[in-house]
């Protein structure tokens, strides 16, 4: 043997394209740990908080200059308490549009035109981060004003069709990005509550964003039923600046909200009343489960916007309703619709039974 | 040898599926590694003692922290704060009371005392 080093055993070649694959698979495997570890807790702690499966479902009918058009809908919504501080929810917007052209239109075509849409309205993680503060990631209803978060749901709406100002400050009501939301002071008779957010663009399909960023500040006064407050919105690409104030009066059986709301393209106002006929017989009496509704509103182009979800000319509109609270979470909803100006339809009778439905898991 | 008509997967599609079903499996095994430890079997619950010689009925226990008063309490609270927005639930599960209550707090800007107070009123 001679007295030198021994050479070095060669290393065991490592299969070609092995380094390659494993680079291309850790973000896959990151993913499923995370998963791995939401679901555990989940399966976990689910058994003191379980998921619930809420929404509304709805059939809605609409004539309008003598076509007629139906909507059957369905709007789940699903939540998932975790732990202490999570909660992740979502809901989704699935319905039918059927349309039955007008006789007067003489096409001969006597059959049903039917489409149907799917709509991701929200999905989002929501983390109780203390008393004050809330933060939220994922897909969101923009929190402009007091009607795209907090009055469009299908059982909570008081007509079948959302105020015509809608749109401002919201386009299609969704955002992509994170918000920060809460209570910033709470008194006996005094509540301060705020919303920050920022949305990024999103092209992805189902799950379209615009640029923005805004907020709104809200005061709630327990002792009268009284709340206002006021919203921003900044969308650099599209729209414009938005500003919005909204007011809301809730006193026993009186319900009466109102909002002002502008953008580049417009401005427009409208008001609600409702009054639920339950002095002195009770919710549960037959003529306690009536509600009239009316609604005035109108908006005033200012300049020409396509694509901003608002109406092409000036438009006023008064609406007169009824809404009958049926046993078992049912609601049943006739309303006449009466618009003046060249932006919509002259009258439209509107017709709707929905219901509320809310299951744990 | 490769059969006939056989298109292999992507080499990342593989991995994705593969860590997919292992991080399925360790879930179930770890989310019930989670769940409290279950009563020995064959054990019952201590019964106290009857002077009479039978066994004396257990009394109804009470949830820890729902007061009348907190109750009525968060009744008032879930009339004012959820009225502002919808007509009460004819009926709500006590199950599942903390998902809603948790869902109304962030997306109803409740303060975090009434969605205590309300929670306790739904599952007194």
Not at chain 1, 148 to 162: M, V
């Amino acid at each position: 043997m001679s007295g030198g080093v021994s050479p070095r055993r060669p290393r065991r070649a490592i299969r070609p394209g092995f380094r390659s694959r494993y680079r291309a698979a850790r973000p896959a495997l990151a993913g499923c740990l995370v998963a791995l570890i939401l679901l555990g807790a989940v399966v976990g702690a689910s058994a003191q908080q379980p998921p619930i499966v809420s929404g509304g479902a709805g059939f809605l009918a609409q004539t309008q200059a003598g076509a007629t058009y139906l909507q059957p809908v369905i709007a789940p919504v699903v939540a998932a308490p975790l732990g202490e501080h999570w909660l992740f929810e979502s809901r989704s917007d699935l319905r039918g549009f059927i349309s039955h052209p007008s006789p007067a239109a003489g096409d001969g075509n006597s059959g049903y035109d039917a489409q149907f849409f799917g709509t991701l309205e929200y999905l989002q993680a929501d983390y109780l981060v203390n008393s004050r503060l809330t933060l939220v990631a994922g897909r969101f209803l923009s929190p402009f004003g007091i009607f795209n978060e907090r009055l469009s749901a299908l059982w909570i709406d008081k007509f079948q069709t959302g105020p015509i100002i809608s749109a401002i400050g919201v386009r299609g009501g969704y955002a992509d990005g994170v918000m920060l939301r809460g209570v910033a002071l709470t008194r006996p008779k005094l509540q301060l509550n705020y919303v920050l957010y920022e949305a990024v663009q999103s092209a992805v399909h189902k799950l379209e964003s615009t640029r923005a960023e805004g907020g709104r500040a809200g005061v709630f006064l327990p002792t009268f039923g009284l709340e206002f407050g006021g919203s921003f919105a900044r969308s650099p690409k599209v729209g414009g600046d938005s500003e919005d104030v909204y007011g809301a009066w809730v006193r026993g059986d009186w319900d009466v909200k109102g909002e002002a709301a502008r953008a580049l393209g417009g401005r427009g106002d409208w008001i609600q009343a409702a009054y639920r006929l339950a002095r002195g017989r009770g919710p549960d009496s037959p003529l306690g489960r009536l509600e009239p509704v009316w609604r005035w509103q109108q908006f005033h182009r200012v300049r020409p916007m396509a694509g901003d979800f608002l109406p092409g000319a000036n438009l006023r509109e008064e609406d007169y309703g009824v809404n009958y609270y049926l046993p078992q979470n049912l609601r049943l909803n006739v309303a006449y619709l009466r618009s003046q100006g060249p932006g919509g339809a002259p009258t439209s009778w509107q017709l709707g039974l929905t219901y509320r439905f809310l299951l744990p898991l | 040898m490769i059969p006939l008509g056989f298109t292999p997967w992507p080499r990342a599609a593989t991995n994705l599926v593969g860590a997919l079903l292992l991080s399925l499996g360790l879930a179930l095994t770890a989310g019930g590694a989670m769940r409290p430890p279950l009563r020995p079997a064959g054990a019952s619950p201590p019964v106290a003692a009857n002077p009479n010689g039978g066994p004396r009925p257990r009394p109804p226990r009470r949830k820890a922290g729902a007061k009348p008063d907190e109750i009525e309490a968060g009744e008032r609270l879930f009339r004012r704060n959820c009225g502002r927005c919808h007509t009460p639930p004819e009926d709500l599960s006590p199950r599942a009371a903390a998902a809603v209550v948790r869902q109304m707090r962030i997306r109803g800007l409740l303060p975090a005392a009434d969605a205590r107070l309300i929670l306790l009123y739904f599952r007194g």
